[in-house]
């Protein structure tokens, strides 16, 4: 194991976005983690928190890997020659097809500093719009409905702690026992203090198995029960009178939307019984206090946008937001996810939570950042989007990707390999040779985690610091040095520090005045008050942990409603795919499973990919517990082992999407986007299960 180098600093988790407190202990020659006191996670940790010293001992490349002709091995290179050759990639596909003929594919895991830099490094050094990020395919709905709602996207307007106080509270499409599992304490503490907790979701997870009422719906029928249960709210006169007239907008159409929706069309809709939709919405409208918390399951839609403002517009026609121990919020799935969005690698987005398409936006940030704001480019294509023009005539020809496992992570993986294999030029950054790595021209190892310092802003917006604990070993750059390098070697000079702490002060200074206000926020401040609250725009402010309560962020201090449709499946079950598939997470692993699959812990608790498929549905199709199956959908077919439940629908099999390979659930999924967020649909496609 590595030495400790600051063996008193502390750290936080490297998964997802509870970001747990954690410290780093050398003992019998092996490192291991050992939790720290912090508001947030009160000396919690998961099993995947529990194993995360592993990662600095598991395989992992120690010099860059360059591929010399398309259909030749990857070899090691030194740093020389794979920047030499990284460079001359970038000249000659921007000498072929212009600026954009560079893209750059980030993440939300990348701390708040990478994020910056990498928004940064696309849109100055290279001067191109092609940068997006995979914060696109979890958050990227539930961010626009809450700038429609509300004028401001935190993804909880309230700190944890105040989650045992709400008397109810609905979790839609969300499964914090194993997505987030140390926020589990905090609804097992507003169960013991009577609290009722309600969950919607397909499946009987181990988090609706807590609940007092579970809404087993089917995938992609949210908009109609978040319109059904505010049509019962208005019938049975459970509204908000005094909140809706003083701090909202817009209810009038919200009402007519939800009037088309009465309980038993929304039973035929949905599947969940009436008497079910009666008891939630009086549960949530008789309580003092409620929240309702959306997770991808809703969000990852391609209406997603619609159906998180379906779940907000209950949440203000009850009253039940802007309020102590009320609130809409979505449970932030990467460690990042928050701060992620915020700073710049968004394709429309500059620092600050900035819009790059606004005059005054761009040239507050092109003046921090020295440069003529006519020079910057302008909002570039989506995620999906910008992969489709990945080789693609007059498209990208060379695409360079930091933090993100594209092969496993982006939908439709089929599509995916093809438009990067017609690149000239992949480049992957990554700690580990993941699978999309491994399909590159040139990869670059590059620091993870406790080997380099920086901040993250967790689920509830507070902004958090992660010490440099041990050094990473030598051979291996730090995601900053590789961007500096590359960009000097381009000759675009010295355009931001590779020192996290110097980045996160131009961050500062260039968030000043934005949505997203990091001004206020100092490293220092952040270990003596154990994390800031966003906004803070100066040294003074307390930070913010609940921005709403006074006013909501539009012009005019109202929240908003919408009038919410449903719109018909992209993709209906029928004769040739009769079923509906569903995709999510497992405890042991952490989104594309490629830092989780190399700890051999958590490869041990959840070795391989699998369906799981409700018995009576498996007998009907001769398949029995154990066998491997093939699914099949219009994109492509996955080989997984079958796991019989009683939990799930019958109409419904559910795959989780942490591995590559044959059981890979994204050779499934549909890349139909929605048209405001431009979130893909992993949530539900049509699909048959064979046996094999
Ligand atoms: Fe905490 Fe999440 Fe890490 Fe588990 S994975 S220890 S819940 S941050």
């Known amino acids: 194991a590595p030495p400790l180098c600051n063996p008193t600093g502390g750290t936080h ?79 000659a596909a921007q000498a072929a097809g212009g600026a954009d003929a560079v893209g750059v594919f980030g993440g939300g895991a990348l701390t708040n500093e990478k994020a910056y830099a990498l928004g940064k490094f696309a849109r100055v050094g290279l001067g191109t719009c092609n940068i997006d990020y995979n914060g696109r395919f979890c958050m990227a709905s539930a961010a626009a409905a809450g700038n429609r709602a509300f004028g401001l996207d935190r993804g909880l307007p309230f700190p944890l702690q105040d989650i045992p106080e709400a008397e109810a509270i609905l979790i839609a499409g969300g499964n914090p026992a194993e997505t987030l599992p140390v926020l589990l304490q905090y609804l097992e503490a507003q169960r013991q203090r009577g609290g009722q907790l309600i969950v919607a979701d397909p499946r009987r997870t181990a988090t609706a198995a807590m609940a007092t009422l579970h809404l087993q719906l089917t995938p992609g029928s949210d908009a109609a029960l978040a319109n059904g249960l505010l049509h ?225 802003t967790n689920l509830e917006g507070r902004v958090l610091l992660r010490d440099r604990l041990v050094a990473p070993p030598p051979g291996v750059l730090t995601d900053l040095e590789l961007l500096q390098e590359i960009a000097e070697r381009l000759g675009r000079g010295k355009f931001f520090s590779a020192d996290a702490r110097d980045v996160f002060e131009e961050l500062r200074r260039a968030s000043a005045g934005g949505i997203a206000d990091y001004a206020g926020i100092t490293w220092e401040r952040i270990v003596a008050e154990q994390g800031v609250f966003w906004p803070c725009p100066t040294p003074g402010h307390p930070g913010t942990p609940r921005p709403f309560q006074e006013r909501f962020a539009t012009p005019d201090g109202r929240a908003r409603f919408h009038a919410v449709e449903q719109p018909l499946s992209a993709e209906p079950p029928d004769q040739e795919y009769p079923l509906l598939l569903t995709t999510g997470r497992v405890l042991a692993q952490y989104n594309s499973g490629t830092q989780t699959r190399r700890v051999q812990a958590l490869l041990a608790a959840d070795p391989e990919a699998f369906v799981e498929i409700h018995g009576e549905t498996a007998r009907g199709l001769g398949i029995a517990e154990g066998n491997m199956v093939r699914l099949v959908t219009r994109r492509g077919a996955a080989a997984l082992r079958a796991r019989l439940v009683r939990t799930i629908r019958l109409d419904t099999v559910f795959v989780p999407f942490h591995w590559g390979g044959l059981g890979n659930a994204n050779l499934l999924t549909n890349a139909v986007l929605d048209p405001v967020s431009r979130i893909p649909e992993f949530k539900t496609c049509a699909v048959r299960v064979e046996c094999m």
């Open 13 to 91: 988790c490297p998964y997802c976005a509870m970001q747990c407190a954690m410290r780093l202990v050398a003992k019998d020659g092996r490192l291991e983690v050992t939790p720290r006191d912090f508001p947030t996670s009160q000396g919690g940790l998961c099993r995947k928190g529990w194993t995360a010293a592993d990662l600095f001992t598991a395989d992992r490349p120690l010099t860059p890997l360059l591929r010399d002709r398309r259909d030749a091995p990857l070899r090691p290179a030194t740093w020389e020659e794979a920047l030499d050759h990284v460079v001359r990639g970038i000249g």
């Open 232 to 456: 019962i709210a208005v019938r049975d006169r459970l509204l908000d009178e005094d909140f809706i007239a003083a701090r909202t907008t817009g209810f009038p159409t919200a009402r007519r939307a939800a009037a088309a929706w009465w309980p038993d069309r929304v039973e035929r809709a949905t599947g969940v019984p009436e008497r079910q939709l009666v008891q939630a919405a009086h549960l949530l409208g008789e309580a003092a206090t409620a929240m309702i918390l959306t997770g991808r399951g809703p969000e990852q839609q391609r209406h997603g946008v619609a159906n998180a403002l379906g779940y907000i517009n209950l949440a203000l026609a009850l009253g039940k937001a802007g309020r102590q121990a009320c609130g809409w919020g979505t449970l932030t799935g990467q460690g990042n996810g928050q701060g992620g969005r915020e700073h710049g690698q968004k394709a429309d987005q500059l620092p600050g939570y900035r819009n790059l398409a606004d005059p005054a936006h761009r040239a507050a940030v092109a003046a921090i950042w020295g440069v003529d704001p006519a020079t910057l480019p302008g909002p570039g294509p989506s995620a999906c989007e910008l992969l489709d023009r990945c080789g693609a005539p007059d498209g990208i020809r060379a695409l360079l990707v930091q933090g993100c496992n594209l092969l496993v992570a982006a939908p439709n993986t089929n599509r995916v390999r093809e438009r990067l294999a017609a690149l000239d030029m992949l480049v992957v950054a990554d700690p580990f040779l993941s699978e999309t790595a491994a399909l590159a021209d040139v990869v670059l190892p590059v620091a993870h985690w406790a080997e380099e310092a920086g901040t993250i």
